[in-house]
């Protein structure tokens, strides 16, 4: 630890959609830093305040101090700005023909890093984010990475924030959809976040007792979700919650809503209407979809969401302070530890059809479309 | 009041949408009737459990006593259902051609209360359930009605239950939404009920200080809107929120999403799209649509809404025990008093445009789109 | 009103125990004032950032801007400090020999009005407040008052912000009592406050259904109040909640808990613990206490609170545009007035004991220990 | 595993204190051991309705399907009921000379379980009742423990249900009290539950992000606490939070408030009310204290709560499907698994004082008195 180099000054970047707890990760993260005397600046909106420092009048990067930080623990979004937009490792390009082309702008960035005088980053972010993260220390960077996905979906951290937040939204919504559809004796379709993953619909559809629960890892047949909420009525249930992630499936793989191809299926609203539409087709019920969609990322993180955004942003800088390089703080439980970047991304975390949730959801009646 | 005749036995029934704080109605009630040694009989679903008693197990009613009511005053929903359809006044009877033709069928449904001997009828609705009870009562039937809109468009009512619910939830939800508006900088678009009045949009508009609420009191110019979310933009506020009632139209009067006239534009989103579609379009900036619905109709009522509620369930049997007929229950702050039923249904309450509301949200700089 | 003269600069203040919604009204009576040109600036805790500048480093005086006030309609307490001492009314001032004398400061405190070029004040507080306002209007200050009471005890306005945010809170907390005390058969008594009108305790324990309300109104014997807890006991309800406002009495008139004398009771944990201990005593069953106190008072505003006080705000920098001194903006459903600040102060406002709520409350069987 | 025997009848118990999430654990039990065919019944509080039937008027068991435990699952309590009263392995039983003995009663117990043809049993429960479950185990009965702690102290379990709910309430409590505090600069001190462990004070004093922690696992001198406030104070910062767990104790060893001995100590109060006096006394600032006690045992679940409570209920029935004896479930994310009993009650687990969560806290300028 003798070659640890001295640090100056950090910077703090978030990409990808915003999570309940990023606020707690960039205070504590700025708190603990500047502890240790350290500068710390924000970037603004994932890379751009440094990438392209003309487009804001504060020049693209947020000085961070205790004041700055003050009362944001338990604050939504992201005090720093985040984007979807403008991964550095595929650019796009103007080309001679007026066409684009993607280039590897990471150079360019790293170089204004070392403009600017940044000894290390701690960048928040998804799959994406952490990739870059990855490319970017191999170039040279110091960066330590902080796992960020509201749909639970990365590998290497038993959880992050931001996912017990949308779980705890999610079902206190169905909670209020199940009053509604048992008075009126209706199948209800709630649509929920988890485009590759289930962990969402799984865990707030059983804490919410749901009827049915629709994910990615288990391709649905209508007519199955219709018998279960046939057997339902057969036993005076009149009434039916339907829980699906956006990247559920059916068993025939096509995804068609009202005979329209899946682009316009998602414009048209999505799965959640097409299983809605075709319950109400088979079934002749009055069914409604409610898609929770965007409701889920936003609002004030859980008392758990803020404690490990918390606890990750100080484990970042502990790590900066032990020298680690090109690792992502990760839960595991009871502790916090460190994983290589480069193992964080090479795979994502699904639902196992046979863990023990599960097999509770199976026990409890819960029928899947399988 | 000597001429009372004596009460034995009473039916509630709950009619249209449900609305939080319909089971604080239903309990206070009950218990106010028993006390007074009444029998207390639930009609399932509107009037269908008496309409049509062999479509239920239970023939239809439910007897309602202090077990049966226990512990609901916090829950949402209707313990006895409810329904939007079969009012019979204007029932679909099948005709020989195989057309239908709209009968009045309340002479039927008076003598089956005659037939299971029920004095009096304790009805909680809306405008259409309210009109409805004020032809039973000329029929000779004893009502006392309830008011019960969402919307807070019933007249003759300061307020009814379920009301401080929806703009407390729809003001959680702009809340949540405003924090990832603001870290994407984006516009984020929410729709919300009220069809005819925007008492919703615009007291959870307010609440939440949103930057545009388009309400159906006053049409809207998109590029007025438009124009607001400019101004914030060259004011450094780079996210707008923009709460529109489902009722909201446009000044031109056309309501149309994506070149579908206003039916399948109901069906595609409704205005909440349009108006994300169309400002996605003129600013250029990334815009999301959120529709609340059906999630402001459930849930555990407010403290207010229970109050309410329960005031109401037992001003209902008090006006029975003092002989009163064919009246509703009224809120007029601080007490709770009685309007004739006619009265009650004449005019809908919309939106004063120069509602000390009205002024505070202009004064804080909200845009109407006028 | 050709007579009125031109407005250059306002002040804003806030006295007594802090209330939710204090924000709203300091953020719109901020931006209706910055939208009519006047310059705006708050005093710190109550008056003392005036009278004593030489504490703060800032000097006691806060310039509002659109930004100081940006996101704080939902939070709790208040931006500019307030205070439950320092009435200038009543100074207490070191006299020769030792003792200390209350003198009227208020003529120099208004010279400090004048000195900073200050044309109104818009004081936000309860009875003490609104009572110093008078008399600052009379001797010639230009003055409009907000009502605030947590209590609900103030005259000539339907409501005002923070109560119904106490309720929502103390419905929500009794709620939650209520099913560890059924788990365990307890009794639960539950002291919220009220010192002089049981206004929280009444409406949130019809609320929440609770079986004893003690209130200030009405002189409570504590055996009546175990006979209705043996009452449930025979009907098999184990358990029992009573709700006690803090300002309830026994009708012997003597507030004594264990043997000590009412100030010392209060240090105690006050009329609460009392009612435990003879409850516990009389009817041997497992008694357990929970005060309430300050939760009541903090916490982010109900939707409805955040909207009273942002109309609140605004009426009265209308009411100042519009010439209007020493009056106190007021809530009258549905729409906001003014009454004179003499007429407010004049006499507190009780629980009449035969509302529609009380009857409602004596309908469902609640004991008031009467 | 074909040595064993046929399950016909199962019997739940819940003892100790209610926990959120009890209900859960019931209502899977009760539907994952009716699919198998299984009768379920429950034991009325603790051991009572087995040991002493004569006192209910229902014999004192329950039978549990799946209609008695509809619409459970986000209930706080327990529907079965519990105590802390009468464990029978040290009963106490009156001696000739009118004195008590304590007696052990598990053969009577374990003969009752017979009597009633219940084959195996599922307890719920703390130390004290996990080992009286390992007694009954060793005498022969079959069981399996599912561990219940609000206080999270249980070791052999990642985590239970219960402690994510009274953590997120508590910071709930805390976030409203610090705008109070903040108002009206005082020092506020939150008393939260915790004898043994300190848990609940650390994560909710993280999570909102409290200036003063105070834990039984660090004694504390309150001149360090004392002297935490006034380094606040003299940077700008006029107010402090001060959370408590109810089994902190001073580096004196001595608990004593207001010159009384601890016993009398409990009964004024608490520790936190000796904080709060002697807080006041050193630093002269108004201090004010709030104790949450039962109100972090009741309410709805959490979403986190409710899924733990479902899984633990769920695997309970699996553990007895498979034959397992003596065991308890536990929570080894991300998956359920199984202890022995006696290996459970152990240790009790506290909180190591060098973990990250520690770290992060004492990064964050946290003080512990220490």
């Given at each position: 630890m003798s070659s640890t180099p001295t640090i100056?000054?950090?910077?703090?970047?978030?990409?990808?959609?915003?999570?309940?707890?990023?606020?707690?990760?960039?205070?504590?993260?700025?708190?603990?830093?500047?502890?240790?005397?350290?500068?710390v600046v924000g970037i603004r909106d994932g890379f751009n305040g440094l990438m392209f420092p003309e487009r804001y009048i504060d020049g693209g990067l947020i000085r961070l101090d205790r004041t700055t930080v003050r009362g944001i623990t338990h604050t939504g979004g992201t005090i720093i700005g985040t984007t979807n937009r403008g991964n550095p490792m595929r650019f796009p390009v103007p080309q001679a023909d007026g066409s684009y082309r993607d280039e590897d702008r990471t150079d360019e960035l790293i170089a204004r890093f070392r403009m600017h005088d940044i000894d290390a980053l701690v960048t928040i972010g998804g799959d994406g984010?952490?990739?870059?993260?990855?490319?970017?220390?191999?170039?040279?960077?110091?960066?330590?990475?902080?796992p960020k996905t509201i749909d639970n979906d990365l590998d290497k951290t038993e959880a992050t924030f931001g996912f017990d937040t949308a779980v705890a939204f999610a079902t206190e919504c169905i909670d209020r959809l199940n009053s509604t559809a048992a008075s009126h004796g209706r199948i209800m379709v709630v649509e929920v976040m988890g485009r590759y993953a289930g962990w969402i619909a799984l865990n707030a559809g059983v804490a919410s007792a749901a009827d049915v629960v629709l994910i990615p890892e288990i391709p649905y047949d209508i007519n199955k979700v219709a018998q279960k909420i046939r057997e339902r009525q057969s036993a005076g249930r009149l009434f039916s919650i339907v829980?699906?992630?956006?990247?559920?499936?059916?068993?025939?793989?096509?995804?068609?809503?009202?005979?329209?191809?899946?682009?316009?299926?998602?414009r048209l609203g999505g799965i959640g209407e097409k299983v809605a539409h075709e319950l109400e087709e088979i079934t002749g019920k009055e069914t409604r979809v409610v898609v929770l969609g965007h409701l889920l990322?936003?609002?004030?993180?859980t008392a758990f969401d803020r404690l490990v955004g918390l606890r990750f942003g100080a484990a970042a800088i502990r790590a900066l302070e032990e020298g680690q390089r090109g690792v992502m703080v990760s839960l595991t439980p009871p502790t916090v530890s460190y994983v290589p970047l480069e193992a964080a991304c090479s795979r994502m975390k699904t639902v196992p059809i046979d863990s023990d949730t599960m097999l509770t959801a199976r026990d409890m009646g819960m029928s899947f479309g399988d």
């Open positions: 100056r000054r950090i910077a703090l970047s978030t990409g990808g959609g915003d999570a309940p707890g990023l606020n707690a990760v960039i205070r504590a993260a700025t708190i603990a830093a500047r502890a240790r005397g350290w500068d984010s952490l990739t870059l993260a990855d490319h970017l220390h191999r170039k040279g960077l110091w960066v330590v990475g902080v829980v699906v992630a956006e990247g559920a499936k059916p068993v025939d793989g096509n995804v068609t809503v009202r005979g329209k191809s899946v682009g316009q299926a998602e990322r936003g609002g004030s993180p």
